[in-house]
């Protein structure tokens, strides 16, 4: 299973930024799709799922509020719309995948992942 992100880049503090990411070849409804990052010198942090079957969606804490995920299953596509970035989302974002019922997102359990894509958010 090949996760790849696109959309990440460099923006000023306030700005916003959307990744995607595109599961080909997937039964889409049968997982849990999400994305966790890891900044430099700090632990992975999960930060965001969806669960295409249903539209079931997860924030952390961190980026509730200005964050949204969503997905359109038709394209088995992820998106997750970053808006009001601050310096501190500055990180490696992944998209990962987990098999419902099985893996546990918010504890950034996950059977497939991404590649990763730098999100970096200057002050």
């Known amino acids: 299973v090949q996760l790849v992100e696109s959309g990440g880049g460099l923006v000023q503090a306030g700005g916003s930024l959307r990744l995607s990411c595109v599961v080909p070849?997937?039964?889409?409804?049968?997982?849990?799709i999400g994305w966790t990052r890891q900044a430099p010198g700090k632990e992975r942090e999960a930060v965001s799922y969806?669960?295409?079957?249903?539209?079931?969606?997860w924030y952390a804490d961190s980026v509730k509020g200005r964050f949204t995920i969503s997905s359109a299953n038709a394209k088995n596509t992820v998106y997750l719309q970053m808006s009001s970035l601050r310096p501190e989302d500055t990180a490696v974002y992944y998209c990962?995948?987990?098999?419902?019922?099985?893996?546990?997102?918010?504890?950034?359990?996950?059977?497939?992942w991404g590649q990763g894509i730098q999100v970096t958010v200057s002050s």
């Open positions: 990962a995948a987990g098999r419902r019922g099985i893996t546990a997102p918010i504890l950034d359990q996950y059977d497939f």
């Open positions: 969806i669960s295409p079957s249903d539209g079931t969606t």
């Open positions: 070849g997937f039964t889409f409804e049968a997982y849990y």
